[in-house]
Every structure is written in C-alpha cells, then in structure tokens.
Nanobody, 125 residues
Framework: QVQLVESGGGSVAPGGSLRLSCVATGLTVSSRCMAWFRQVPGKEREGVAALGVRPTYVASAKGRFTISKDNAKNTLFLQITNLKPEDTAMYYC?????????????????????WGQGTQVTVSS
C-alpha cells in the first residue's frame, strides 16, 4: 500500500523559507516521477514542481522553489525561499507508478495516482 505523508508546513512571515517533506512508503522515490502541487480554497490544484531524473518547474515556481529527493530516506522535498503571501496554500505531494517525468507529465492532477493529505503553508505578516 502506497502512502505519502507530508510535513514541514506552517505559518511564516513574508521573505521566510520553508522545507516541505514527503515521506513515501510502498514505493521507491528514486524510481518514480514525483511532484508537488498546491491548492487554495475555491481554486483548482496546481502543479509546482516535479522530479524524475531531472527537476521540472512551472514558470511561476522557477527561482524560489527547489524540488529534491533523498533516496536513502525515501523522501521528497520542496524548499521554498522568499515566501510571499500568494504562496499560501495546502501543499500536496504526488507520485506516479511511471518512472521519470516524461512528456506525459503535464502537471495535471490526473497525471499522478498517489497523493498525500497535504501540509498547510500560510504566509502573512
């Protein structure tokens, strides 16, 4: 059974940083396409970054977001720097059974089979 458990969210002031973690069980992160999405109430879930062999970022995430894996810990990370109020959202970890984030990965929610419960990030002064 696959489980993804996120942590690391919280309330931070603008300009701060956070590192989100996603611990996976039932699958090996090193051999899967994995991603981070985020969602605010009333809006669709949107992709942020994905990592198979190489990282892929949506345009709005380039520069302040860094996705990485720790294969020994079977964990996916998302480092966010210079946090802005518009980064406030529930952040979700996602994984698929396919290895590598190829052309099939278009940051659609339906691209990924497995999801965590999310971790809340709130940015306010």
């Amino acid at each position: 059974q696959v489980q993804l458990v996120e942590s690391g969210g919280g309330s931070v002031a603008p300009g701060g940083s956070l590192r989100l973690s996603c611990v996976a069980t039932g699958l090996t992160v090193s051999s899967r396409c994995m991603a981070w999405f985020r969602q605010v109430p009333g809006k669709e879930r949107e992709g942020v970054a994905a990592l198979g062999v190489r990282p892929t970022y949506v345009a709005s995430a380039k520069g302040r977001f860094t996705i990485s894996k720790d294969n020994a810990k079977n964990t996916l990370f998302l480092q966010i720097t210079n946090l802005k109020p518009e980064d406030t959202a529930m952040y979700y970890c996602a994984a698929d059974e396919r290895s590598g984030c190829g052309s099939w990965m278009q940051f659609r929610s339906t691209d990924f089979r497995y999801w965590g419960q999310g971790t809340q990030v709130t940015v306010s002064s």
